[in-house]
């Protein structure tokens, strides 16, 4: 019997001299991921039916969906005149209404300061289709941005307009494009 007590006691001794030599090391590391900004911009639909130009021409919204994981984004426009069956050759056109400029209409995003929701158009530009070169506008840029949280996600309506300078057309359907790009800080 006391034999078995001595092993015990070695046991005991053992014991006390592992927490004797102090509990097990710790470290952190902090990490870090970055989440890139990104933008993206769809049309409500792939051609925009707008209806018909009289005397005075045609104006129109045409809404785009933007999606950016940032609460500002930064907005142009190229906008061409509409040329008769999308031919550029006939150059038979309904010229871009320059005056007016383009409307925004965001649901809630809001200028910066700075900025506008009207902006006018800054210059001429130039699409390469299969229909042809297609001459237009390009604008300001128009910054927007949202308050309420960090990120910007809404149906943004552009107004646009073109002229038919009081003159009769001829009949036919009158292409051309609106591009809209959006860029983020």
């Known amino acids: 019997m006391n034999y078995t007590v001595s092993i015990l006691v070695v046991s005991l001794v053992i014991t006390i001299n592992l927490f004797i030599l102090g509990p097990p090391a710790a470290s952190e590391l902090l990490i870090e991921a970055n989440v890139e900004p990104l933008v993206s911009i769809v049309p409500w639909q792939k051609v925009a039916h707008i209806g018909n130009a009289g005397p005075n021409g045609i104006s129109t919204n045409l809404p785009f969906y933007v999606t950016s994981n940032t609460s500002r984004v930064h907005i142009n426009l190229v906008v061409t005149h509409l040329y008769k069956d999308g031919d550029t050759n006939l150059n038979i056109k309904l010229p871009v209404d320059e005056s007016s400029g383009v409307e925004v209409n965001p649901l809630s995003a809001r200028p910066m300061p700075g900025s506008s929701l009207q902006t006018q158009y800054e210059g001429t530009t130039y699409l390469n289709k299969s229909g042809g070169v297609f001459q237009g ?39 051309g494009y609106v591009v809209v790009t959006v860029s983020v800080e």
């Open 137 to 175: 506008l390009k604008t300001a840029t128009i910054s927007l941005e949202n308050t309420t949280s960090g990120v910007l996600q809404e149906t943004i309506d552009f107004s646009v307009a073109w002229l038919s300078d009081g003159v009769t057309q001829p009949s036919g359907t009158y292409q």
